[in-house]
T-cell receptor, first 109, second 114 residues
Framework: GQNIDQPTEMTATEGAIVQINCTYQ??????LFWYQQHAGEAPTFLSY??LDGLEEKGRFSSFLSRSKGYSYLLLKELQMKDSASYLC??????????WGAGTKLIIKP | NAGVTQTPKFRILKIGQSMTLQCTQD?????MYWYRQDPGMGLKLIYY???????DKGEVPNGYNVSRSTTEDFPLRLELAAPSQTSVYFC?????????????FGPGTRLTVL
């Protein structure tokens, strides 16, 4: 079956760095997304990786290793507004988008 | 641009009642999607559409129906509400094909079936 694994919850301190991991087992691969979802709100796009390596976008970076079925989202200089759930989603060989359950990130002062 | 809009924001239904969740996008996107999100679970695709007049089932279509008469609108119909349909429903749209493009989500409809 197809599966995406993310930690359920993580806690970090304001100003620090946190890495949220995502591992996937899917039938093929055509890209990996990260979305941010604040409580009670809709998901919003953060990043898209289709090739191996690191994509940097301001305080957020996303890394992909297709051979390992692994990605991470790196958040630097954490702010209280970064408290949210972070959703990992993979497009498989049939171009179906498979979603992980999300990682709830709690930022403490 | 308003982006993707959904109505209503909240709704309580009794078992067996019917309702339509409305979704409209003003970005001229061909691709539209309906998801449900249960607590602690990933988004599950209910139905999707690749253009006006074309719809297809997703992962969890039972108990739902859709139509796509225009590019802008993609309503979701619940015919006989059941408690298992209590969830948050998100409509989304994208410009490009096949889940390799950013999806833009509406604010969601929180549905409770009692």
């Amino acid at each position: 079956g197809q599966n995406i694994d993310q930690p359920t919850e993580m806690t970090a301190t304001e100003g620090a760095i946190v890495q949220i991991n995502c591992t996937y087992q899917t039938s093929g691969f055509n890209g990996l997304f990260w979305y941010q979802q604040h409580a009670g709100e809709a998901p919003t796009f953060l990043s898209y990786n289709v090739l191996d390596g690191l994509e940097e976008k301001g305080r957020f970076s996303s890394f992909l290793s297709r051979s390992k079925g692994y990605s991470y989202l790196l958040l630097k200089e954490l702010q209280m507004k970064d408290s949210a759930s972070y959703l990992c989603a993979v497009t498989d060989s049939n171009y179906q988008l498979i979603w992980g359950a999300g990682t709830k990130l709690i930022i403490k002062p | 641009n308003a982006g993707v809009t959904q109505t209503p924001k909240f709704r309580i239904l009794k078992i067996g009642q019917s309702m339509t969740l409305q979704c409209t996008q003003d970005m001229n996107h061909n691709y539209m999607y309906w998801y449900r999100q249960d607590p602690g679970m990933g988004l599950k695709l209910i139905y999707y559409s690749v253009g006006a007049g074309i719809t297809d089932k997703g992962e969890v279509p039972n108990g739902y129906n859709v139509s796509r008469s225009t590019t802008e609108d993609f309503p979701l119909r619940l015919e006989l509400a059941a408690p298992s349909q209590t969830s948050v429903y998100f409509c989304a749209s994208s410009y490009s094909v096949a889940n390799t493009d950013t999806q833009y989500f509406g604010p969601g409809t929180r549905l409770t079936v009692l």
